[in-house]
Structures are given as structure tokens and as C-alpha cells.
Nanobody, 114 residues
Framework: QVQLVESGGGVVQPGGSLTLSCAAS????????MAWYRQAPGKQREFVAA??????NYADSVKGRFTISRDNAKNTVFLQMANLKPEDTAVYYC?????????WGQGTQVTVSS
């Protein structure tokens, strides 16, 4: 059974930074590439960043500001976010790439506001 637990969200001012963590249990972490997604109020969930075999991929909107990484020993994926903008406000989720339908966690809320 796959379990994904996101943490690290919060309220930050524009230009600030946050680091999100995603602890994964089950086989998802070792079998699949991992990714971060986000869902802003009133919008569909969208891809943010992915890490696969050492290669990274980012949505254009976060490129140069966000960094995805993983700690294999701890089955944890991270998302370092810098120079945050109000439009980054969303609930952030981790999942496989492509996402596994029944594996979404609760997410972690990121609010960027002055």
C-alpha cells in the first residue's frame, strides 16, 4: 500500500523561500520517478517538477526558482522553492510520474502573500 505524506508548507511573503518534503512508503519510491504537483483554488492540479534517473524537469512557471531532489535512504522527495510569487499559492502534492490515481496524499498548503 502506497502512502505519501507531504509537509513543510506555510505562509511566506513574496520573494521568500520554503522547502517541502514528501515521505513515501511502499514501493512507489523505488519503482517510479517522483514528481511534485500543485492545485491552486479553482484550478486543476498541475505538474510542477519531476526527478527521474538523476534528470530533472520543471514547469516553465517554476524553472530557475524551484529545485527537486530526493533522499533514497529516507524515501523522501524534496522541493526547494525560492523567490516565491503569489501565483505559487496552492496545495502541493507529491506522487509518481505519471501520477498513481489512488496514491494522492493530503498535500501541504503554500500561501504566498504580503
Amino acid at each position: 500500500q502506497v502512502q505519501l505524506v507531504e509537509s513543510g508548507g506555510g505562509v511566506v511573503q513574496p520573494g521568500g523561500s520554503l522547502t517541502l518534503s514528501c515521505a513515501a512508503s511502499g514501493s512507489i519510491f523505488t519503482v517510479y520517478p517522483m514528481a511534485w504537483y500543485r492545485q491552486a483554488p479553482g484550478k486543476q492540479r498541475e505538474f510542477v517538477a519531476a526527478l527521474h534517473s538523476g534528470a530533472t524537469n520543471y514547469a516553465d512557471s517554476v524553472k530557475g526558482r524551484f529545485t527537486i531532489s530526493r533522499d533514497n535512504a529516507k524515501n523522501t522527495v524534496f522541493l526547494q522553492m525560492a523567490n516565491l510569487k503569489p501565483e505559487d499559492t496552492a496545495v502541493y502534492y507529491c506522487n509518481a510520474l505519471p501520477p498513481l490515481k489512488n496514491s494522492w496524499g493530503q498535500g501541504t498548503q503554500v500561501t504566498v502573500s504580503s
